[in-house]
């Protein structure tokens, strides 16, 4: 496949997960306001929100402070703002056009009829009590892109890029979800006055419900690190991601006869550390330590990536 | 000849209905008009559904534009049909024929039937093909030669195109909409089937492949990328051929052969159906800062390892300041008569000629000969006092930049108006592919229509449309049954 298709098939599944993760930590902010709101907390929410969104630099030249309106226009409207719902689209759309011998029909028109959307659209429309709907709009135009991905695409080069894209994405995304409340996550956190914190953390994933599944008893932060973390069963955990992001790259390179290069190695190593990994030794590293090596990890991961099967 | 009335295809000069309309006059008839502004309306989200605009970046409004698509099918008779086509190919192989002689012996500037500073001084001649012969001596594979019609017998040869003509995904694409809009009208017809063009078109181009190519060709259309207008064409036809669309910067030349980069390691490529102009084909061969192209490429085409469709300096054959000249080159070259005339042409650089036509500036279109897409152009009936003025001015300063023609009466074909269904002047471009001795012509074409009332500008720039362009087929019956299976298969399946 022509290295510059790839390229623009992992970033175009990026673009497309980091718009669906944007708008599930904005759902888990507007939620949050509602229940801590009252309690004089809502900006710290907001900013938690800015941080895991790698954007608070970018966020800061532009507005004075953080409000929930700004933080809204900054995560969805600012086109300055390459993370943003709209720019994420644009990108991903843009990505799409160039390479739409690549896709199947299905999905380009779940990208283009939401872009063709998406540019329409007024800025009252995600005001207010109108935030939620477009939220789970987003979200399920994503995950009808993802199905459509994984529905209608041959199990070729093309669809792995595709599915790398969107595992690195999804990794980096729990990663940094993670960490913004790591202080909350903590052995040492107090139960009563965390417990928003920990539901948040879990819905930011998607997560909550699985959480009782998995364990049947009530939340606690340990349990929490874990789930994301360490279990496979989560599909957006740390090493579900990674698992698959392994897979992908091993099912690339058993189709081109086995040639490896250092991103298959530094897969393997991460997934590894995650398979074999005890929670306990996470916690004795300290855990925001170990999401700021994971976040690390996972950037290098992407470069190797590039420089291997792009730019190689 | 402006003041003429406009043949219309479907009601002729006399407003009785001529034999290959009458089923679409009594659609037309049967039709409620809200029906058809409801079916226009469905026909534009298709057409934004499937993502088919074109791109028009830096002139403000929306950068991705819909040309406008009507619904009333253009019809040809098989009849006619058969004598423009046979037109065709007597004018492509002489256009070939003119380039193979122009890059080498010059045959015909001897015999001065070209008069040769028209040639020699001419920018569009590429000195980098002197004395080099293509792979299988075809230089433009892929033309596109723009007719008109003023009379039922009456069409005329309006401009070629032999360099990277576009529009021919239109073509397919309106087949398309028209079969899902219309399916039962279009089974009513005997339809030339028209989707096999990408299939010959991959032929053509497997068959330019250099000598020096052992085994299956590999294809690629190289696109200046997706700020070009035509940037969905080329992904339409990779898409269509099953081939690679690359970008100037997925190529690289090494030892004169040139490969693409993939997740592989590079991998060699043999032809080029190139989609971006000469100037910026390889910086170390003309534009020394074109992004858009391959560094090296010449020297590995005149190496022999690699074909560029069409080849490059195809300008040559169709810069309007030749056109008048191509009848002398059938002649010529064939020993034949020419089957479709060109449309009278005056030479603003030839005096007499410059004097007829500042005289008679409000009865003539005037062009630009190295013009294109409906810019420079004035047409003489239309025009504003001042425009005329300007014209004149800039014809007396540049002589040998402007040429002038007859304001024809250009037929017109009925087409979905604002009030209702009204004539409006078309063109026609049908696609002729050459590869060898053979030449390809799917039946029919772009039919490219004047939206405005009046209007004589068919260019999609300036607001023209398009119309499906159906070749009345008696022999082949089953032939629309065929293509509405296929249409239905590509719906669901391409990708």
């Known amino acids: 496949m022509l290295s510059r298709t790839a390229e623009c098939l992992f970033w175009l599944a990026r673009y497309a997960e980091r718009a669906a993760n944007v708008a599930r930590g904005l759902s888990v902010a507007y939620r949050m306001d509602g229940i801590v709101g009252q309690a004089g907390g809502e900006a710290e929410e907001w900013r938690a929100l800015l941080t895991a969104s790698g954007g608070e630099a970018g966020f800061h030249r532009k507005y004075e402070t953080v409000t929930p309106d700004a933080v809204v226009h900054w995560l969805v409207h600012d086109t300055d703002n390459p993370s943003g719902i709209l720019a994420c689209f644009e990108a991903a759309r843009h990505n799409a056009r160039t390479v739409r011998t690549a896709l199947t029909v299905d999905m380009w028109e779940s990208l283009n009829d939401s872009w063709n959307h998406l540019r329409t659209l007024p800025p009252e429309a995600t005001e207010g009590e109108k935030l939620p709907d477009f939220l789970s709009w987003v979200r399920s135009r994503v995950m009808l892109f993802n199905g459509a991905a994984a529905d209608t695409m041959l199990r070729q080069e093309a669809w792995r890029f595709v599915h790398l894209g969107t595992m690195l994405e999804r990794a980096d995304n729990t990663a940094r979800l993670c960490d913004v409340r790591h202080h909350q996550l903590s052995p040492a956190a107090d139960g009563a006055s965390e417990y928003v914190h920990w539901q948040a953390a879990l819905r930011s994933v998607s997560a909550l419900r699985a959480y009782h599944w998995v364990y049947r008893e009530r939340l606690d932060p340990k349990r929490i690190v874990d789930l994301m973390i360490l279990r496979p069963e989560l599909p957006r955990s740390l090493v579900a991601c990674y698992g698959e992001v392994l897979e992908t790259l091993e099912g690339i390179a058993v189709g081109q006869g086995g040639r490896r290069g250092e991103c298959h190695r530094l897969a393997g190593e991460i997934h590894a550390r995650l398979r074999y990994g005890r929670l306990d030794a996470i916690f004795e590293q300290g855990l925001h330590d170990f999401l700021t090596e994971m976040i690390g990890l996972t950037a290098r991961l992407g470069s190797e990536i590039e420089s291997f099967y792009i730019r190689g | ?495």
């Open chain 2, 1 to 495: 000849m402006s003041q003429a009335k406009a043949f219309d295809e479907m009601s002729g000069l006399d407003g009785e209905i001529r034999a290959p309309y009458a089923e679409i006059a009594r659609w037309l008839r049967d039709t409620p008009r809200e029906l058809l502004y409801r079916k226009r309306q469905e026909a534009e989200m298709l057409f934004r559904r499937i993502g088919i605009t074109f791109a028009v970046y830096g002139e403000g409004g929306d950068p991705e534009r819909l040309i406008p698509f009507d619904l009333i099918p253009r019809i040809i008779a098989r009849s006619e049909w058969e004598v423009l086509a046979g037109g065709l190919r007597q004018r492509v192989r002489a256009l070939n024929l003119f380039l193979a002689d122009i890059y080498a012996k010059q045959e015909i500037l001897r015999a001065v039937k070209v008069p040769a500073d028209l040639i020699l001084g001419n920018e569009l001649l590429r000195p980098e093909m002197k004395d080099f012969v293509p792979p299988g001596g075809i230089y433009t594979h892929i033309c596109g030669i723009d007719v008109v019609r003023t009379g039922p017998e009456d069409f005329y040869v309006l401009e070629d195109n032999c360099r990277t003509p576009s529009g021919v995904s239109y073509m397919l694409e309106n087949r398309e909409a028209m079969l899902r809009l219309f399916p039962r009208l279009c089974a009513r017809h005997r339809l030339a089937p028209i989707s096999r063009y990408p299939e010959e078109l991959l032929t053509t181009l497997k068959a330019a492949a250099p000598a020096s190519c052992k085994g299956e060709p590999t294809v690629v259309i190289l696109t200046p990328g997706p700020y070009n207008s035509a940037y969905y064409e080329h992904c339409f036809l990779a898409d269509e051929m099953g081939v690679e669309v690359v970008e100037g910067a997925d190529l690289f030349v090494q030892e004169k052969v040139v490969y693409m980069r993939t997740t592989a390691g590079p991998k060699r490529v043999d032809v080029i159906y190139r989609r971006i102009d000469d100037e910026y084909l390889d910086p170390e061969a003309f534009l020394p800062d074109s992004m858009l192209g391959v560094p090296g490429l010449m020297a590995a085409y005149r190496a022999g390892n690699v074909a560029l469709a069409n080849a490059p300096g195809c300008g040559i054959a169709d810069d309007k300041a030749i056109y008048p000249y191509v009848p002398d080159m059938i002649r010529f070259y064939l020993n034949e008569e020419p089957l479709i005339g060109n449309v009278p042409t005056h030479l603003c650089e030839r005096e007499e000629d410059r004097k007829y036509v500042l005289a008679n500036l409000d009865k003539l279109v005037v062009k630009l000969t190295k013009g294109s897409g409906g810019y420079g152009m004035m047409v003489g009936p239309h025009a504003t006092a001042e425009m005329r003025e300007e014209f004149r001015k800039r014809i007396i300063a540049n002589p040998g930049n402007y040429i002038a023609q007859p304001t024809l009466a250009l037929s017109t074909v009925p087409t979905v108006a604002e009030q209702g269904v009204a004539p409006r002047h078309v063109d026609l471009r049908p696609f002729v592919l050459t590869s060898g001795e053979e030449i390809r012509i799917v039946p029919g074409g772009l039919t490219r229509v004047a939206l405005r009332e009046g209007s004589l500008v068919v260019n999609s720039s300036q607001g023209g449309g398009t119309k499906d362009t159906w070749v009345l087929d008696d022999a082949l019956v089953e032939a629309v049954t065929a293509e509405l299976g296929m249409g239905q298969a590509q719906a669901n399946g391409r990708g």
